[in-house]
């Protein structure tokens, strides 16, 4: 009987380890995508941060990210170029672009504003609750 114990104890460990790397490979996977789709992204937003002003989208909770995405891919917010790029992603993309993005540190010397409210919504929409410019910047 011991020997079937620890059978089943060794077969338990090594599936518990191939799962916790596959997990981990699937996070720099993902992340790894998220940096091969951001050059689109990069051609105005800085990897440093804030830059020129135009808002920095490093350091963003995955969730405000991918949501703010959404927003322009639904015509929400109306920045021409967001929405061109934003409506061309679908939400495995999104994900990559949020987490790559979201690993990322602001290293600008620029302090963003205190607070940036989200546009005002179009005729019969309503307008998302406002937010902080850590996590949502203004319109552009």
């Known amino acids: 009987m011991v020997g079937i114990r620890s059978i089943a104890v060794k077969s338990f460990?090594?599936?518990?380890?191939?799962?916790?790397?596959?997990?981990?490979?699937?996070?720099?996977?993902?992340?790894?995508?998220g940096e091969y789709l951001a050059g689109e992204c990069t051609a105005c937003h800085s990897t440093k941060g804030a830059d020129k002003g135009i808002p920095s989208i490093i350091g963003w909770d995955t969730e405000g990210f991918i949501e703010t995405l959404k927003y322009y891919k639904s015509?929400?917010?109306?920045?021409?170029?967001?929405?061109?790029?934003?409506?061309?992603?679908?939400?495995?993309?999104?994900?990559?672009?949020?987490?790559?993005?979201?690993s990322l540190e602001d290293k600008s010397d620029e302090t963003p504003p205190a607070a940036a409210?989200?546009?005002?919504?179009?005729?019969?929409?309503?307008?998302?609750?406002?937010t902080t410019a850590a996590t949502e910047p203004a319109s552009q």
Not at 13 to 33: E, K
Not at 117 to 130: D, I, Q, R, Y
């Open 13 to 33: 460990l090594i599936c518990t380890s191939v799962f916790s790397f596959s997990s981990a490979s699937l996070a720099n996977d993902v992340r790894d995508y």
């Open 117 to 130: 409210p989200k546009p005002a919504a179009k005729s019969g929409t309503t307008a998302p609750a406002t």
């Open 75 to 102: 015509g929400e917010r109306d920045n021409p170029a967001m929405v061109d790029v934003a409506k061309n992603l679908d939400d495995e993309q999104m994900t990559a672009l949020a987490v790559y993005f979201g």
